[in-house]
């Protein structure tokens, strides 16, 4: 007899955003001319920067030619693109990561959801609640049991303490989904050393890093002192670059960093990972590469992060309309999201917005017990629908 995987019976049928995408989809089909403005799923509506769609035109014109034409690519990803990642994203911040560390992806989703893999089904693992869903389901799909809640609320302004987690890994996210907060140096070196003190491993999601906009807050766990030990980075082209449809990201696997068989040997991720990717990922295309690598060019730091001052400005009008109307908001100055206190039940909240105004949003228990009570707004849209959807809130 054919034995299932029951741990699928463990998590809910339906990821968050099909769920969400499929009570919309019956809701258009109910009321066929609704206008309805999505600010759930982040998902960028922007087209792709100039200097990137060039680079692209010009990597297809490579493909329909002998001379310069490219098959399966280098295993972590094109050097031209992980030099440049590694000089802009990090030397430049004054973050040691080598381009033989950086491996390329089709995206940060994949990563974060593969990279459990590389451990042992024992393992205790600790997320933030509210906390993007991936981290969780992917442990939970593998049989993992030991998933630990760190609490993140308004009293801690969203950002959990190691003070007393005795988990193996940890999956931290800043700035954060969905609460839009954003992590302080002190906050994440104190996870650092945490890390280092019980050899255990952070995985760092960075993939919202373009938002921030406050000096002084790290784009990179890379930043932090010590963290080449003991912690692991995903980033993103998706909200960067609008890559949503394009699909590329990285994962940052530095030489050090470890985890330990059961003779209490010291065994290095980086090849593992590397063994990982080789076996079940022929990486992104030479076209996306090409795309991705010229967001480092100076047109396009300056094409990008122009798209992104512009979700930003979508955010603070979000943000503030919503305060003005005397909702208790946070997020969205360093973030896409806007995390509001609804003070009842998300989804009844939720299925009232897209009902009377057509609006769609995140119920905030999507994300976690702790998420009840909220609705997470997204910034990615035009403006004129985030100046109707505020007209119509
Ligand atoms: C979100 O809305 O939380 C994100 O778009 C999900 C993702 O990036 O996979």
Not at 4 to 22: C, G, Q, S
Not at 183 to 205: C, P
Not at 274 to 280: C, G, P, S, V, W
Request: aromatic content about 10%; overall charge negative; charged content about 25%.
């Amino acid at each position: 007899m054919l034995h299932v995987n029951e741990n699928y019976a463990r998590i809910k049928p339906t990821y968050l955003f099909a769920e969400i995408a499929h009570r919309v989809a019956a809701h258009q089909k109910a009321n066929p001319d609704a206008k309805i403005i999505r600010l759930g799923i982040g998902d960028v509506t922007e087209p792709l920067a100039p200097s990137v769609i060039a680079a692209m035109h010009r990597a297809v014109d490579e493909e329909a030619g002998r001379e310069n034409f490219h098959g399966y690519g280098p295993e972590q990803g094109y050097a031209f693109l992980r030099e440049k990642i590694a000089a802009v994203d990090y030397a430049a911040r004054g973050a040691d990561i080598k381009a033989d560390e950086i491996f390329v992806s089709d995206g940060a989703k994949c990563d974060c959801g593969n990279i459990q893999e590389l451990f042992g089904p024992d393992v205790a693992v600790a997320v933030g609640d509210p906390v993007y869903p991936v981290y969780v389901d992917t442990n939970v799909m593998a049989g993992r049991g030991d998933i630990r809640l760190l609490p993140c609320n308004a009293a801690n302004g969203f950002v959990p303490g190691p003070d007393g987690c005795t988990a193996d890994i940890v999956y931290l996210c800043y700035p954060n989904n969905p609460t839009g907060a954003v992590a302080t140096k002190e906050q994440l070196q104190a996870w650092v050393d945490w890390a280092n003190e019980r050899k255990a491993l952070i995985l760092f999601d960075s993939a919202y890093e373009a938002f921030i906009r406050t000096p002084g807050i790290p784009h990179s766990i890379f930043e932090c002192t010590g963290a080449r030990t003991c912690a692991i980075e995903f980033r993103s082209f998706s909200k960067t670059a609008g890559f949503t449809g394009v699909r590329c990201g990285y994962t940052v696997v530095p030489e050090e960093v470890a985890a330990y068989a059961a003779d209490g040997s010291r065994v290095s991720l980086k090849p593992m990972w590397m063994r990982r990717q080789t076996t079940k990922f022929n990486g992104a295309s030479y076209i996306t590469q090409r795309g991705a690598e010229a967001v480092y060019s100076p047109e396009g730091q300056s094409e990008t992060k122009a798209t992104v001052d512009f979700y930003l400005e979508n955010a603070r009008l979000v943000r503030e309309a919503l305060a003005a109307r005397g909702y208790t908001v946070a997020g969205g100055v360093d973030s896409p999201y806007v995390w509001v206190d609804v003070k009842g039940d998300s989804w009844a909240f939720f299925d009232k917005l897209l009902k009377e105004s057509n609006i769609v949003t995140t119920p905030g228990a999507g994300f976690g017990k702790a998420g009840e009570g909220y609705i997470r707004i997204s910034a990615f849209n035009s403006r004129e629908n985030v100046l109707e959807a505020i007209d119509r809130l």
